[in-house]
């Protein structure tokens, strides 16, 4: 019995290390926006539970003048009634602008926080889509289960000599000692009772065992994909494919029914871009940014860039109509001289990077002569607190240069741990996705026809005016979410070329952060 209990718990664990590395924002749970609500500037944090139910915690830093109050509710994607009534933030004490709040986040699958603030400006509303899904499988701590076993061999021991006293003393007249006949009566009492209590255990054992089972297979996990590259090495074809069967079968709602399988929405464009596709080498020697095409939504094809050869990680970002974004991850091996040649900037969306910045450093030079400097704080980094990843382009006569949006946005950055535990896509508006945003948004009741929000979605992105082209500097709000080596690639587009900075980071253990 306690082989197979260490074996289902050897199983949780390794199925809890699949979801480590494989999660959307890989590693990195926790929502990030700054923009605007309403007249009012906000950087949002939404530190996830990571159970479902569980208490989210939110903070919010509203800059410029003092506000009056703040507000937080939760408020999933297909809800059918009203959401519940907004919870009160509490200032932060010692912090300027800082409020925070715990909210309950009941129902698992794609939600949205939103933010009201009220203040002498008047009032604003920020929507921050989450991903609620059960993530983590918490472990009893050694010192408890030491505890609790003692505490339950005494209760078990107390429970019998109870049950054996009170058969052998509770009919006798006050003063009568037992008899032998009575002593036997104890003894086949304790027998039975222990017997029952055993198989009491062994049945919570049981019950236990399958709870735990069934946790370890609600933890969220992306779409199964693969990665791999066409024959022809004239023209190397990189074919990205989402091979999970309910993905494949989504519209076939027969299949579905049989196989007790949910029914995933259609995808969205992000961006743009139905996918963005990043292929990372496991020594953080190259990557590559990458938007393939699709006819169907299950074959996502690509042409190969001329990166170097070497084994890389696959991540693959991808939005739904439900708001609800994932990041699918495979790898693949790509053979020295499939795809050789020197990385260059790309004059389309895609981009590709080879090169090992020196370690430490604040300035690098871009592929035109240009130079990005890592300007935001000098302090040391450390895990859970606020990054100041803030970042300056110059040209080469060290006059600011002057950004174009790339994909609507002024910049995209990568962050990526050394060992691939984290990753994550970043933007000035923080880690979210603006689809999602949209999709909150511009939800109307009406859109439970599949298909006509992305449409709406679609239409409302094209209409709406280009990033700000004006500035020289990008900033993009995040925290480490552990400490480790990481590497930071920041793209931007300059003069029609896409431009690609990377930087080292040490980032040290990590502390509570506060926002």
Not at 383 to 388: F, I, L, M, S, T
Not at 400 to 412: F, I, K, N, S, V
Not at 482 to 485: A, H, L, S, T, Y
């Given at each position: 019995m306690i082989r197979e209990g260490l074996r289902r718990v050897a199983v949780t664990v390794a199925l809890t290390g699949i979801y480590i590395v494989s999660s959307a924002h890989v590693g990195s749970p926790d929502a990030w926006y700054e923009g605007s609500a309403g007249p009012y500037h906000v950087t949002i944090q939404v530190k996830m539970p990571g159970v479902v139910p569980g208490v989210a915690q939110v903070f919010v830093r509203v800059s410029g003048d003092p506000v009056d109050r703040v507000t937080v509710f939760a408020n999933k994607f297909d809800a059918?009634?009203?959401?519940?009534?907004p919870e009160d933030a509490e200032r932060v004490t010692g912090e300027v602008g800082l409020w925070s709040a715990k909210l309950w986040l009941m129902a698992g699958g794609s939600n949205s926080v939103n933010v009201g603030i009220a203040g002498p400006g008047g009032s604003g509303t920020a929507v921050v889509p989450v991903l609620n899904v059960a993530t983590r499988r918490l472990e009893l701590k050694r010192g408890m289960g030491i505890g609790l076993a003692a505490t339950g061999v005494v209760l078990f021991v107390g429970l019998v000599t109870i049950v054996g006293a009170a058969a052998r003393e509770s009919t006798l007249p006050p003063g009568e000692q037992p008899s032998s006949r009575n002593y036997t009566r104890a003894r086949v009492a304790m027998g039975v009772s222990s017997l029952l209590v055993v198989l009491l255990l062994f049945g919570g054992w049981r019950w236990w065992g399958s709870e735990d089972q069934a946790f370890a297979r609600s933890i969220f996990k992306p779409l199964p994909s693969e990665a791999k590259l066409s024959d022809d090495r004239t023209s190397p074809r990189l074919d990205f494919t989402i091979i999970d069967t309910a993905w494949i079968h989504r519209s076939d709602t027969a299949w579905l029914r049989k196989h007790h399988a949910n029914s995933w929405t259609p995808l969205i464009e992000d961006h743009g871009k139905l996918m963005h596709l990043f292929l990372i080498r496991e020594d953080l020697g190259a990557m590559a940014h990458l938007h393939p095409s699709t006819s169907d939504t299950v074959h996502f094809p690509s042409t190969l860039p001329p990166i170097p050869g070497g084994r890389y990680r696959v991540f693959a970002d991808i939005v739904h109509e439900s708001g609800f974004a994932q990041t699918l991850v495979t790898s693949i091996q790509i053979p020295t001289g499939v795809a050789t040649g020197v990385a260059t900037p790309s004059e389309g969306d895609d981009s590709w990077y080879a090169g090992v910045p020196v370690r430490g450093a604040r300035v690098v030079k871009l592929a035109d002569g240009s130079t990005m400097t890592w300007a935001g704080s000098s302090v040391p980094?450390?895990?859970?607190?606020?990054?100041?990843l803030e970042f300056e382009v110059r040209n080469a006569d060290e006059?600011?240069?002057?950004?174009?949006?790339?994909?609507?946005?002024?910049?995209?950055?990568v962050v990526m741990r050394d060992d691939g535990s984290v990753f994550v896509h970043l933007h000035p508006l923080g880690t979210i996705s603006i689809a999602s945003q949209m999709a909150y948004e511009l939800r109307e009741p009406g859109d439970s026809i599949r298909g006509r929000l992305g449409k709406r979605i679609s239409a409302h992105r094209s209409g709406m005016d280009a990033a700000d082209s004006s500035t020289s500097s990008v900033s993009f709000p995040f925290a480490f979410p552990?400490?480790?080596?990481y590497r930071v690639w920041v793209q931007v587009r300059k003069d029609g070329r896409i431009l690609t900075g990377a930087f080292d980071a040490a980032v040290g253990a990590g502390v509570t952060p506060a926002g």
């Open positions: 059918t009634g009203g959401a519940p009534p980094l450390v895990a859970g607190r606020e990054a100041g006059s600011p240069a002057q950004l174009e949006p790339y994909m609507g946005m002024q910049a995209h950055a552990k400490e480790g080596n």
